[in-house]
């Protein structure tokens, strides 16, 4: 029986964190941080349960099931839980967040030499899926390539970049903005949602799974537990990488009080403190994070839907990366405009789906659980969607009275309701048919 060394464990930890650290991983924490200001540690902690917490139960849930996402939605039907994963892996996928990973990274790292005219933007994006491409066709390599080379380079420019926030701060810890007073906790929380790492790690699953029966484990068992170390290296990684961007961005009042984002936080901060060289340095984490959340999201995209249809992998790998070049090319904002109300919509579904998979135990029959707890959470998530893209007037005004409406989590209640009643029905109905 095959089992992974400790230098490969750790190359498949390093894999994992690579794949979930994307632009946004390393945006939303600055901006976060320096509106939390003397409330930083309370806002953090809120921001890890949602960007590191759920991401890591996605994949302890994964691992659970054997790492495809048909086996978590299995209790809903296969028809049903086959439109839920396409919406998913599409959204996640060559649609919205795999052309975000270059435009975004163009943008950072690439427009503040060459301009953000559309020749540079086409050849950056041909470049960097080219390369997407080449790591993504043969992912029994992906270890290899991504956790044991690509991401050493990453680790160490986040290093110098993490380092220099602690030990070299812009300034002093700013003042509290009025958002973050009265609840920094939730705030951070919420703002941690925005990462939308839960849905990547629904998809990421199955390359874990992958790259680690790739290495000859056959074992169900061993592709669990190594799957949970995996994610949990990968959750420490960024963990820590988030503590140091909160503290950069709360230290950098000073010098970028009037920054809107967290792009033009870092490009101050970077360039208050190594000149060009530290822009050079944002370029050089910004490509290698997106190139490498590319990868897993290409990668996943592929296993899935060559399983899904007559199609063989390396063929949708191609198709998927050309389309994912016509989108990048459409611009940032046009991408971003679209992009956010449905994954908005979408987040609710991925984060109870986790979770009810994870209270498996807890049900006689999935799916009288399932089945009406996913469909409320639908009919609210869409309810969301339509307000985050601003058509407000198609929700029901009792919609936007619900707690938490305002941050886009109107869901929860409702759903938290539907939950009790299904488990107290599933609970009766299992009695009663055991009885019979």
Known sequence: MTRLK????????????????????????????MAAGQSLWF???????????????????????GGGMDRLTAPLGRGAGTLLAVAVYLAIGPLFATPRTAVVSFEMGIAPFTGNAAIPLFVYTALFFSATLFLAVNPGQLVNRVGKFITPVLLAALLVLGGAAVFAPAGDIGVTAESYRSGPLLKGFLEGYLTMDTLGALVFGIVIATAIRDRGVSNAALVTRYSMVAGAIAALGLSLVYLALFYLGATSQGIAGEAQNGVQILTTYVQHTFGTTGSLLLAIVITLACLTTAVGLTTACGEFFSGLMPVGYRTVVVVFTLFSVLVANQGLTQLISVSVPVLVGLYPLAIMLVALNLLDRCWVSPSRVFVPVMAVTLLFGVADG???????????????????????????????????????????????RLAT
């Open 386 to 432: 339509l307000s985050a893209a601003g058509f407000t007037e198609l929700v029901p005004v009792l919609f936007t009275r619900l707690p938490l409406a305002a941050q886009s989590m109107g869901w929860l209640v409702p759903v938290m309701v539907t939950l009790m009643i299904a488990f107290a029905m599933d609970r009766l109905a299992g009695k009663r």
């Open 6 to 33: 400790g230098l490969d464990l750790l190359a498949l930890g390093f894999m994992t964190f690579a794949l979930f650290l994307g632009a946004g991983n390393i945006i939303f924490p600055p901006s976060a941080g």
């Open 43 to 65: 806002a953090a902690l809120g921001f890890l349960l949602t960007g590191v917490g759920l991401p890591l139960l996605t994949v302890v849930a994964l691992a659970r099931v």
